[in-house]
């Protein structure tokens, strides 16, 4: 197996890549942010990349959805600090495979490797919960609200749970003027002029409720 490390932490990212040269893994390179990663999975071809989510420059999210946009065969695990489901979410719509916490253990994270080879989805055991009552909630809410878009439901879940757009931008990994700017399309598709009823009829279907 060829795995490339993206980490902005050196220590972390050397003691990764001793776990995975002990265990006969093949770490064909090591990037310090997004960008990096990015161009070394074109020019390496990795089978994995482990990804950390919060790095310089563009975010975990997008390098995974640029590195998978080029390259369709690869898998790409995260291996993270962040501990919500709205992170999982998010690297999991940008095409990840696996997502581990950074403190899972090293026979965890050898699993989680090969499952994702195989095209397997790992899910942290901390976070299992939370995916399987969303995917069971998506069921009955994807009926609601049919003129929004993904993004524009994602965050108006977001925005019923009370985030603010600071908040949701964080969590998402987006700008702020993105938010702004998806948050005023929704009123307008929901035809209300104000958060505050936009929130009222999510929560009316039992959204971020």
């Keep these: 197996m060829r795995v490339l490390i993206c980490d902005d932490h050196p220590v972390y990212r050397a003691g990764l890549r001793l776990l995975l040269l002990e ?22 071809s990795p089978d994995v990349v ?13 390098a995974t959805r640029r590195i998978l946009q080029e390259n369709k065969g690869m898998a790409v695990l995260i291996l993270s600090m962040l501990e919500d489901d709205v992170s999982l979410f998010a690297a999991l719509r940008a095409g990840a495979r696996g997502y581990l ?7 965890d994270i050898m699993r989680a490797l090969t499952a994702v080879r195989r095209g397997e989805l790992v899910i942290a055991s901390g976070l299992a919960a939370a995916f399987q009552s969303a995917l069971a909630g998506a069921v009955g809410q994807s009926t609601h609200f049919p003129q929004l878009t ?3 439901r994602e965050i ?3 925005v019923a749970r009370g985030r603010s757009n600071g908040e949701i931008a964080a ?39």
Excluded at 50 to 62: A, F, K, N, R
Excluded at 172 to 177: M, P, Y
């Design 23 to 44: 265990v006969g893994v093949e770490v064909i390179g090591e990037a310090c942010d997004g960008d990096e990663a990015v161009d070394l999975a074109r020019t390496t």
């Design 171 to 209: 969590a998402l990994f987006l700008s702020d003027k993105t938010v702004r700017n998806v948050v005023s399309s929704t009123l307008g598709k929901l035809n209300v002029s104000t958060r505050a009823e936009a929130v009222a009829m999510a929560r009316d279907a039992g959204i971020g409720g």
């Design 50 to 62: 482990v990804m950390d989510l919060h790095l310089p420059g563009i975010s975990g999210v997008e």
């Design 150 to 152: 993904p993004r524009e």
């Design 101 to 107: 916490l950074k403190g899972a253990g090293h026979e």
């Design 156 to 158: 108006l879940e977001l």
